[in-house]
């Protein structure tokens, strides 16, 4: 059964760093491009970056651009998100998923709480 496993999320003052872990079990990995998104209370789930298989394409909405850096290690099937300068509006659960389009999405991970306050 394709599972995803988020971690890494948690309460940070504004400036800080996380890094965000999404495990894959239950498929191969290296064949999905990989997406994260984050949702706020009232919001839609909005998608944050995106990797593909091979990691030769890249995506990040515009707001974390310079910020953010997406990454995967295929042996362990795991996809990163390493987050520098956190601002408040990151503030969201950040969820991992096989796609890049929420619409398209067929699996979701349960979500990691990432909190950037003072």
């Known amino acids: 059964q394709l599972q995803f496993v988020e971690s890494g999320g948690g309460l940070v003052q504004p400036g800080g760093s996380l890094t965000l872990s999404c495990t894959a079990s239950g498929f191969t990995l290296d064949h999905y491009s990989i997406g994260w998104f984050r949702q706020v209370p009232g919001k839609e789930r909005e998608g944050v970056s995106c990797?593909?298989?091979?990691?030769?394409?890249?995506y990040y909405t515009t707001s974390v651009k310079g910020r953010f850096t997406i990454s995967r290690d295929n042996t362990k099937s795991t996809v990163y998100l390493q987050m520098n300068s956190l601002e408040p509006e990151d503030t969201g659960i950040y969820y991992c998923?096989?796609?890049?389009?929420?619409?398209?999405?067929?699996?979701w991970g349960q979500g990691t709480q990432v909190t950037v306050s003072s």
């Open positions: 990797i593909s298989g091979d990691s030769a394409g890249t």
């Open positions: 998923a096989d796609g890049c389009y929420a619409a398209t999405v067929d699996h």
